[in-house]
């Protein structure tokens, strides 16, 4: 167990439709970091929260968005949603110094479009 | 062309044999080198983290870094059926915004 939890663990949807998946870190985690895993893609990197503020950005649509709450937990919210959006998404959390070099992976929210 | 690249296998070997695995970039900014293990199904789980160039070792693993030649690897001594997995190499110029490579599944034979 990571100590990283993401809900929901599985979800099915309908396409042009909005979901939340929801993260929290590890205690003590300041970072946060949402992935993107699909079969022909491999984990791409969405985007990083510090401490409730944004700290860098990837490859995340625009009809995709995300925050951090002053508790540290964060969520990823998923609008117009189509078929090409079905994935596993997968949460990390780090304490964001250079020395651990670690991040804690969630187990994964199975997102299905149909 | 995708800034890392990683064959994705399927890599089969016999229990006991060493395992190699490897991946290449293109991005000469890369200083953070990471391999990571992921179950089926599972959340990856960081098996090395490597700063700059040089090896590491650490019980059966060893992960080995040449930025000369943007070429980082992975050996697995002794191999087990439980290390039977996906490997995947992450890298990063700046810490945070890990680029992953695609993965390579190994499969150990009993």
């Known amino acids: 167990d990571s100590g990283v939890t993401q809900t929901p663990k599985h979800l099915i949807t309908a396409t042009g439709q909005r979901v939340t998946l929801r993260c929290s870190p590890r205690s003590g985690d300041l970072s946060v970091y949402w992935y993107q895993q699909s079969l022909d893609q491999g984990l791409q990197f969405l985007i990083q929260y510090y401490n409730g503020e944004e700290r860098a950005k990837g490859n995340i649509l625009e009809r995709f968005s995300a925050q951090q709450f002053p508790d540290l937990h964060s969520e990823l919210n998923l609008s117009s949603l189509e078929l090409g959006d079905s994935a596993l998404y997968f949460c990390a959390s780090s304490v964001d110094t250079e020395n651990t070099g670690e991040l804690f992976f969630g187990e994964g929210s199975r997102l299905t479009v149909l | 062309q995708k800034e890392v690249e990683q064959d994705p296998g399927p890599l089969s070997v016999p229990e006991g044999a060493i395992v190699s695995l490897n991946c290449t970039y293109s991005n000469s900014a890369f200083q953070y080198f990471m391999w990571y293990r992921q179950y089926s199904r599972k959340g990856p789980e960081l098996l090395m983290y490597t700063y700059s160039s040089g090896n590491k070792e650490d019980g059966r693993f060893t992960a080995q870094v040449d930025k000369s030649s943007k070429y980082i690897s992975l050996f697995i001594r002794d191999s087990q059926p439980s290390d039977s997995a996906t490997y995947l190499c992450?890298?990063?110029?700046?810490?945070?915004?890990?680029?992953f490579g695609a993965g390579t599944q190994v499969v150990v034979t009993p």
């Open positions: 992450a890298m990063s110029s700046s810490w945070g915004k890990f680029q």
